[in-house]
């Protein structure tokens, strides 16, 4: 396991502002520029007749998380009420803004929203960001994640609506904060508390939604840390993202030029005893190699038209699963005794001139594997015609 690199100069005023001393936040009553949209209030101590004690985002951010978050720094706060509705994609939007000495700098925004698993839109920019590797799992009690930079948690159907067995995606709770993809820059300093605050934020966060929608049930509390992901390097020969028997094409095994490196001779991946399972291979901020295994039966539905209409047919003659594969995408969604899973494989970038192959090559292998490992094996699956 290697160590991370130092945090970007963007970033690190931001860490000196987290080290500062924490006092009882300030709200500062002005609000610059235009609101949010309807139903967008701005609030501080006793303004718009707010409860004095009311905290931020529907009540649901104390002072110690706020504390955590921000430091000492004011803050404005820009809140939608709340909406319910079974079908709705947009229930609500808080976004707290750090007032600095030379104006506006860091920023928390949180939505409450049903992700689209009818049309997929919500298939491929809301995983880069909310499904990558840096996000460290809630627990097998609390379907979510948490990076030092974002955190999402996944409400209970039965307490918002829709059909996670049929097409509806889940209503999630996410926070983020900053750029996204910029987890590694916190590794060094603070990593472990910031992540653990963001992960008790939007515990904190959906527990205040759910009984705002009339909703009894009760979430366990978030964890006292989270750890960090796993980084580490890969010798040639051993699997990617430590899946068993998962191998590289026999083109790639060929020793690279003089000065050259190795492809995808490291990885970064998330916790195995998940419902979200996911690796990036090929080291850098842009990898070349994701390998996904959702098990969330939501969230499996946000996958379901790559998996219908992503390209040539995947299926397996002994199962009721279906898939597509094309250069950029493999997906595979099977059905299990857990129930529906989904299985993905994304290629970003060629490597020293190979062609685009890799999700065609890496599928039938990582289905067989990771079904293997989650009880829902043997998945042996072939690709037939093009849609």
């Known amino acids: 396991m290697r160590n991370e690199g130092k945090p970007g100069p963007l970033w690190r005023r931001a860490l000196r502002a987290l080290r500062r001393p924490g006092v009882r936040n300030v709200v500062v009553a002005g609000l610059a520029g235009a609101l949010l949209g309807t139903g967008l209030t701005a609030w501080g101590s006793g303004a718009f007749d707010r409860e004095v004690k009311a905290a931020p985002c529907w009540g649901g951010l104390g002072d110690e998380t706020l504390k955590g978050l921000f430091g000492d720094a004011r803050f404005i706060v820009e809140e939608q009420r709340l909406m319910q509705g079974v079908r709705e994609t947009a229930l609500g939007t808080c976004r707290i803004t750090e007032r600095g000495e030379h104006g506006y700098e860091d920023q928390l925004t949180v939505r409450v929203h049903r992700l689209d698993g009818l049309r997929g839109m919500d298939a491929h920019a809301w995983p880069a960001e909310f499904l990558n590797p840096y996000m460290t799992p809630l627990g097998k009690d609390l379907p979510g994640m948490a990076s030092t930079t974002r955190a999402w948690l996944a409400l209970p159907a039965r307490c918002v609506g829709g059909d996670a067995e049929d097409r509806d995606g889940p209503v999630v709770v996410d926070l983020s904060m900053g750029p996204a993809n910029f987890d590694d820059d916190w590794a060094l300093e603070g990593g472990d508390v910031r992540r653990t605050t963001m992960g008790r934020a939007v515990v904190e966060t959906a527990a205040t939604v759910l009984r705002s929608l009339g ?36 083109s790639y095994a060929k020793k690279p030029p003089p000065g050259g490196w190795a492809p995808f001779g490291g990885h970064r991946r998330s916790g195995d005893d998940a419902l979200i399972r ?77 062609p685009y192959d890799l999700t065609a090559a890496l599928l039938p292998g990582y289905v067989a594997a990771e079904a293997e490992r989650i009880g829902c094996g043997p998945l042996r699956i072939r690709f037939g015609e093009e849609d």
């Open 278 to 354: 996911v690796c990036d291979a090929g080291g850098g901020s842009m990898p070349r190699l994701r390998l996904t295994t959702v098990t969330h039966p939501g969230l499996v539905n946000v996958f379901t038209l790559s998996a219908l209409r992503g390209g040539g047919r995947v299926v397996d003659a002994g199962g009721e699963g279906f898939g597509s594969v094309n250069a950029a995408r493999a997906a595979y969604r099977a059905v299990c005794p857990s129930g529906a899973v989904i299985f993905l494989v994304e290629q970003s970038d060629n490597v020293q001139g190979h």
């Open 215 to 250: 909703c009894s049930t009760t979430l366990p509390a978030p964890p006292a840390t989270l750890g960090n992901t796993v980084e580490e390097e890969r010798a040639v020969g051993e699997p990617l993202c430590g899946v068993k028997g998962l191998q590289l094409p026999a």
